[in-house]
């Protein structure tokens, strides 16, 4: 406890100092070239590699370079040779308008050369191993050059930049005129490996770890200047630095680590936006001396003094990896730390040194964000880690393995390990209670990372905290109560005693934030000695690796087979459940694919490889079809021999099932034809599900579009099964549901169930209990069971249904008298011609290929929709549909769509305009005529907008919505053909029966009747069976387009046929009738004319046009559209009746002569305008005025005759 409170004071003391003692600013420069440029004139510039930096032999390197050209002439980005050699090794630039490239005494010239005065983004990268040399510009791969050898850059050369070079007899580097650039350069920098493009483009802010952009690596003549074209904005920094710390009290050792006052220092001094990942702390270096006292300042005087006075506890070199959040442009940030660092630390008892000039800010790659702890290695200081360790094999030697580990530190020994389980007390009501938990356990144990929390598993109390409050009110000071189970890991080799005093300490504080108050109730702490994990053989696609033994919670690295310069990573990994070690997945993203599909013939499948055999395959597939839509016919009959070797020679158990029925659904899913193999797969799912071992009495496997289920029943308890699936989309798992008993009814949500009856009992193996096995399978593709008999063009059959099998194992099921009762949801609506037929696949039907059969079945057809079978057998059923050929192909119905929407669209336009017209003129519906014509433009508006909307409104899924749609097109359907019969009605009055009749409320009476008789039929049909109307899928009868797209409309077809179809066909027979006796009468009344003249024609076929748009008798065209002729017939019925509305604005208002006046009297101006008072009104009927002497004027309703 001692040790704890000294190494707490320390800390806290620590901090006080470093916050209220703070030291003067030193003058720094910064030597980063980011945000600079190097400016090349006609007077040759040299910079050059300076020659303190090394580079080594490489065989491959990337170099990347930003460029502007200002001169259309012969230019150089950079040349690298070999010591004392005038043959250029590397080398880029431009001659004669063309990119040129040098390698090794050889050059290459592209077309391609880069625009003046604009800057250019190069990146050249090489690999010697793969004999290839890249070029890519502005983040544009350009050029690949193939190398016939495989060259080693030479160590140590000289490189400039701007221009060509030559070494002289004194060793200096001169340049060469003619071919430097005039331009500008920035951002040069060089890394020791070929990378990719993609790699190239998430590296454009980073610095090379060859060659950086920083003054310290060149040699110039010519100073940079500032670059305001060039900003990199980047959020990962690495700082390194000489750092040494300073004991001015004399205390001893220091409790606290060089990491951890690292720490501290950096988190007070560093600004929010930034935030620390990593530090590293590495290579002890010597307490500086400062021998020129003179060239310090007073301040810096008295640090000396002061200095002199301590004891120097540690000099190191510190790297440190942070994060600026959100990203700032590279040489801002650089110049911000290390303005920040080069600021003096505390000088009481302690103090923290940084070397100014050697403090290095690089932009880096992105950080790990891997949810494990980094791996970290320990070199020259001991420093503890929280993070699993890259860890030595426990017994290295006498290994035979593919690859050999990689020895990291061989004196390495296993950690420390305690389980600990706390209960604790939460009062306040965060948004995130488990988060606070554990941020306060990690933040009491990893104060120093000598410890690290591993597996932190938190569960609410919900049991005591409902009865504690069953009786009170809930509020924020009521506490609730967590347990928490987790490990810990000690690296820092103190005694078990020690460190369960410091748990103790740790957690048994009370913790207060605000309103958040944190107390532990119970703490059970558990010394643990975990097993190593033991060695262990992977077979996995990257190739054969033996894991070696490996202490808990550290990361195997083994060489990779391919590239053997990667490596791979594999985790000891402690359960929280059960306290043991166990190996984790490989990381093997590093390493390339050693196996193929092709290679699965050369596996043996043994009972100890199955499980990763099957892994391997499933691999291999996911790799194939990402690189194809589909498996070659003998990549499959790999797969599915070796998966049949498995089921065959191994135990499956649900992971390794998991896995067969993924890979199946994988290969489905894709372009490949299985049906050589459908049989074989069909087989391979039997033998799996019967053998497959699971814990319990059942276990599902699901995978898109596949669903298992397997149950084990004792057979003197078996009472019936019912088995279930639907499923949204091929693409989706689905879901299924078992009831144990026999079911009879249909369920509503299910697209296939299957109910086994009670006397299956008689078929079950006799023996011990549950030993008894009945799997069910659910289909939601055809791929498996395609028959050459009903695929061919001949065949009217289609499978209108997914499929769903039962089986029971070591039994073949047949002659049922309780039959198997099996319903199924039809992916097609059956129409009424249509025919349905259950089916069972009959594997031995066309030669072993499979095909549908129907023996042994029984088909009862239950609506459109839904089709029941009763079969007296198990096996794999489905519902076929025999569609009756019709001359509609798909691309007619496309167009007869089509043709419908823009008819009704142009209708209800013209029919609004009709409506506008007069409505707004009083003149024109002074006559009974004009008022029917009104009522009748209304009801073809609302039946023409309905039609429009219907799809749309059906697509919101919506049940009240489709019904409330689909009545609503009923009625103002009926309506439309109501006011047809009335127009009827009137004309027979008017023109037929008799003249100069008075009729008292003539109008109200029609409206009464027009609209009150659809009301009428459209309600009782609510009040019988609101079902009748909702959502079709397809039209069911002919006289509706047929779609694949949802459609509110009737479904019964008894009401279909007695409303719509009767109503209908009695309103035309009428109308057809009235119209006949109405030509006559018209007809006779021109006779009667005198003055008729050569128009008397033209006129009658105006008024038989406008009779038979009135009247509707382009409708009947419909009864009569069957035989050779069906599809021109069908054709003409949909274009004129869609355009019904256009022809009454047509007749009735564009072609009547006192619509057209009243137009221009009142919407025209200028010379087309008449006078109110013009002889128009001598020709208006009189119906109003004399309504009470006569029906109505014989002239206007033979207008259309006599116009």
């Known amino acids: 406890m001692n040790s704890i409170r000294s190494l707490s004071s320390l800390a806290i003391c620590f901090c006080i100092f470093m916050s209220a003692c703070p030291l003067g600013s030193t003058t720094f420069a910064s030597t980063s ?120 850059l030479s160590k140590n050369g000289t490189l400039t930049l701007g221009v060509s070079h030559y070494v002289n007899a004194n060793g200096e580097i001169q340049p060469e005129t003619g071919t430097n650039l005039v331009g500008e350069i920035g951002l040069f920098r060089m890394w020791a490996r070929e990378w990719s493009l993609g790699e190239l483009k998430n590296l454009n802010c980073t610095d090379g770890d060859l060659v950086s952009w920083d003054l310290k690596q060149w040699t110039y003549d010519c100073p940079p200047e500032p670059n305001i074209n060039l900003h990199c904005a980047w959020s990962f920094y690495t700082v390194k630095m000489e750092t040494c710390i300073f004991n001015t009290l004399n205390l001893g050792n220091l409790l606290l680590s060089p990491e951890e006052i690292s720490k501290i220092w950096l988190e007070r001094i560093l600004p929010q936006n930034i935030s620390i990942h990593s530090i590293l702390v590495s290579s002890p270096c010597s307490c500086p001396i400062v021998n020129d006292s003179a060239a310090l300042d007073k301040d810096q005087t008295q640090e000396l003094e002061l200095l002199s006075n301590t004891i120097c506890d540690n000099c190191f070199n510190c790297e ?20 920040l ?145 987790f490990h810990v890991q000690e690296c820092n080799k103190n005694t078990v005693a020690e460190i369960e005093i410091r748990i103790q300490a740790a957690l048994a504080s009370k913790y207060q934030n605000h309103s958040i108050i944190i107390q532990t109730v119970e703490l059970m702490i558990r010394h643990i000695v975990p097993k190593n994990c033991s060695e262990d053989t992977s077979f996995t696609i990257y190739g054969k690796y033996i894991w070696p033994e490996t202490f808990p919670q550290r990361i195997q690295v083994m060489g ?137 009495e059942s276990a599902n496997l699901t995978a898109p579009p596949l669903g298992f289920s397997m149950i084990n029943v004792a057979p003197e308890e078996f009472s019936g099964l019912t088995f279930g699936a639907s499923i949204v989309s091929p693409t989706k798992n689905p879901e299924m549901f078992v009831d144990q008993g026999f079911v009879n009814k249909p369920h509503p949500t299910a697209n296939a169930t299957i109910s086994l009856p009670s006397a299956l009992n008689d078929f079950f193996s006799t023996g011990e209990r549950n030993t008894t096995r009945v799997q069910f399978q659910f289909y939601g593709t055809h791929e498996l069971f395609q028959d050459l008999d009903i695929n061919n063009a001949q065949s009217n059959w289609t499978l209108n249904s997914y499929v769903v099998s039962a089986s029971i194992n070591d039994s073949k099921i047949m002659n049922l008298e309780d039959r198997v009762v099996v319903t199924f949801s039809h992916q097609i609506p059956k129409k009424p011609r249509d025919k349905v037929q259950c089916m069972f696949w009959d594997f031995h039907k066309n030669g072993g290929r499979g095909g549908w059969n129907s023996s042994g079945c029984e088909t009862k057809s239950i609506s459109p929709y839904q089709t029941s079978c009763l079969c007296d057998h198990l096996t794999h059923f489905a519902v076929l549909l025999n569609v009756e050929r019709t001359p509609f192909s798909k691309v007619n119905e496309q167009i007869l769509t089509v043709i419908s929407y823009i008819g009704c669209g142009i209708s209800s336009i013209f029919l609004g305009l009709t409506l506008l ?47 409330a749609t689909a009545a609503t097109l009923h009625y103002f359907m009926l309506a439309s053909f109501t006011w047809m019969g009335l127009e009827a009605v009137h004309m027979y009055l008017a023109l037929v029966k008799v003249f ?70 009695l309103t035309l027979l009428c109308n057809m009738s009235v119209f006949i006796m109405v030509l006559i009468q018209i007809k006779q009344i021109g006779a009667n004319k005198l003055s008729a003249n050569s128009h008397g024609s033209v006129l009658d076929l105006k008024a038989v046009a406008s009779l038979t748009v009135l009247l509707g008798l382009t409708w009947s065209i419909g009864f009569f559209s069957f035989g050779p002729a069906r599809v021109v017939l069908v054709y003409l019925f949909v274009f004129l009746n869609s355009l019904q509305g256009f022809f009454v604005f047509l007749f009735h208002c564009l072609m009547k002569e006192n619509v057209r006046k009243q137009w221009r009297i009142h919407l025209c101006c200028g010379r087309f305008r008449l006078s109110e008072y013009s002889d128009w009104s001598r020709s208006v009927t009189v119906g109003d005025r004399s309504k009470k002497k006569n029906l109505v004027n014989s002239d206007s309703v033979a207008s259309g005759s006599s116009q």
């Open 996 to 1065: 100069n009749t008075y009729i008292p409320s003539y109008i109200l009476k029609f409206c009464i009747t027009g609209w009150g008789i659809p009301a009428v039929i459209v309600s009782l049909v609510l009040v019988i069976d609101k079902d009748a109307y909702g959502s079709l899928a397809d039209a069911e009868n002919e006289m509706v387009l047929d779609s694949t797209e949802a459609f509110c409309w009737i479904q019964n077809d008894v009401v279909f046929f007695v409303t719509v179809v009767a109503f209908i066909g």
């Open 341 to 485: 660092l080069s600021l003096r630390s505390p000088l009481n008892f302690l103090n923290l040194s940084v070397q100014a000039n050697d403090i290095v800010v690089l932009p880096v790659e992105q950080f790990s964000t891997a949810t494990e702890p980094a791996p970290t290695v320990s070199s020259g200081i001991d420093t503890p880690t929280t993070a699993p360790t890259l860890s030595p094999s426990v017994h290295p030697a006498n290994m035979s393995t593919t690859r050999e580990p990689l020895h990291v530190n061989d004196t390495a020994e296993p950690d420390q390990f305690f389980r600990v389980d706390l209960v604790l007390n939460m009062t306040g009501s965060p948004l995130d209670p488990k988060d606070i938990i554990e941020k306060w356990v990690k933040k009491q144990l990893e104060v120093n990372n000598t410890m690290s929390v591993l597996n932190l598993d938190i569960k609410e109390n919900a049991v005591r905290n409902t009865e504690h409050y069953s009786n009170l009110m809930i509020s924020q000071d009521q506490p609730k109560q967590y347990y928490c189970a």
């Open 320 to 339: 440190v990896h942070i994060n600026v959040n959100p990203p700032a442009d590279v040489e801002v940030v650089q110049a911000e730390i290390t303005a």
């Open 560 to 696: 990779c087979i391919a590239p053997t310069s990667e490596r791979a990573f594999r985790l000891c990994k402690l359960d929280i459940e059960t306290d043991t070690t166990r190996w984790a997945d490989p990381n093997m993203k590093n390493c390339h694919q050693h196996l193929s599909i092709s290679d699965l013939n050369n596996i043996t499948v043994t009972p100890g490889n199955a499980a990763e055999v099957v892994v391997v395959i499933q691999d291999l597939v996911v790799i194939q079809l990402g690189n194809s839509s589909e498996l070659s016919p003998s990549h499959l009959e790999s797969v599915v021999e070796k998966l049949s070797e498995v089921v065959d020679e191994s135990i499956v158990n649900s992971a390794v099932g998991a896995n067969i029925v993924t890979i199946v659904s994988d290969i489905l899913l894709s372009n490949t034809d299985v049906t050589p193999v459908s049989n074989t797969f069909l087989n391979l799912t039997d033998r799996m599900a019967d053998n497959m071992i699971f814990q319990g």
């Open 33 to 152: 070239l980011w945000g600079k440029k190097l400016v090349f004139q006609f007077q040759p510039c040299l910079w050059q590699l300076h020659s303190g930096v090394s580079v080594p032999a490489l065989r491959e390197l990337s170099v990347c370079m930003s460029l502007r050209r200002t001169v259309s002439a012969d230019w150089t980005g950079f040349e690298y040779k070999a010591p004392g050699n005038r043959e250029t090794q590397l080398g880029f630039g431009g001659k004669n308008g063309k990119l040129l490239v040098k390698f090794f005494g050889q050059e290459w010239q592209f077309q391609n050369n880069l625009t003046v005065n604009e800057w250019h983004s190069v990146c050249l990268t090489w690999s010697g191993q793969a004999q290839r040399l890249r070029i890519s510009i502005n983040s544009t791969f350009l050029i690949e050059i193939s190398l016939t050898t495989s060259q080693q």
């Open 917 to 963: 017209t007069y409505l707004i003129f009083e003149k024109l519906r002074q006559d009974y005529p004009s008022k029917i014509l009104i009522n009748l433009s209304a009801a073809l508006q609302g039946l023409s907008i309905l039609f429009l909307l219907n799809t749309w409104l059906s697509s919101f899924s919506s049940y009240g919505l489709c019904i």
